[in-house]
């Protein structure tokens, strides 16, 4: 039986492993790739790369963002750290808030 804890086992996952994964696991991955498809080397967002990452990915949930200010409010709400990029975790909260927010929306109905 294998003992690694997931987190470390995620990092050596291959195409191969991902038919192995539950469906929740599937969408990390999911949200992962996403992350870095917007991010630079770096592995974090800059405020285009967030626009752009909200408006392509998460239109349905999020109005687009059309105004800077409305974009400078998103970025410095999620740049916890004040570098003016947004790493992996920031970005999962974002992920989470809005998750949140839409099973909220589901009760509504």
């Known amino acids: 039986m294998d003992n690694t804890p997931k987190q470390g086992r995620t990092a050596m996952l ?3 492993d991902r038919q192995d994964l539950t ?3 599937n969408s990390m991955v999911n ?11 770096n592995c974090k967002l800059r405020k285009g790369d967030l626009k752009e990452l909200i408006n392509t990915q998460l239109s ?8 800077s200010e409305t974009l ?3 970025f410095t709400d999620l740049d916890e750290n004040h570098d003016q990029e947004i790493d992996f975790s920031e970005y999962a ?4 808030m809005v998750t ?3 099973h909220k929306s589901f009760h509504e109905d």
């Open 72 to 74: 400078d409010i998103i």
């Open 93 to 96: 909260a974002l992920i989470a």
């Open 31 to 41: 949200i992962i790739k996403i992350f870095h498809s917007y991010s630079g080397e």
């Open 100 to 102: 949140s927010a839409c």
């Open 60 to 67: 349905t949930f999020v109005k687009q963002i059309q105004d």
């Open 23 to 25: 469906e929740l696991e």
């Open 14 to 16: 291959s195409v191969d």
